[in-house]
């Protein structure tokens, strides 16, 4: 998808060694269900708020 946007965008292809698919793997504290609003609301409070339903939101800011 990459390689597509940036022929589209430029009209040139990116050299295979600009970038790699190496991913580190998730540290083991952030797995969780980000579509739990509890969940997402308790560890990520802004993002929740910035997303969430407006009920969801209001709940998401209670202590």
């Given at each position: 998808m990459v390689?597509?946007?940036h022929r589209t965008a430029t009209g040139a292809d990116l050299p295979d060694d600009s970038f790699t698919s190496?991913?580190?793997e998730?540290?083991?504290d952030?797995?969780?269900d980000f579509?739990?609003?509890e969940e997402l609301g308790r560890r990520l409070?802004?993002?929740a708020e910035f997303?969430?339903?407006p009920d969801q939101a209001e709940a998401s800011t209670r202590p």
């Open positions: 390689r597509k946007a190496h991913c580190p998730l540290d083991p952030w797995d969780f579509g739990d609003g409070p802004r993002l997303y969430a339903e």
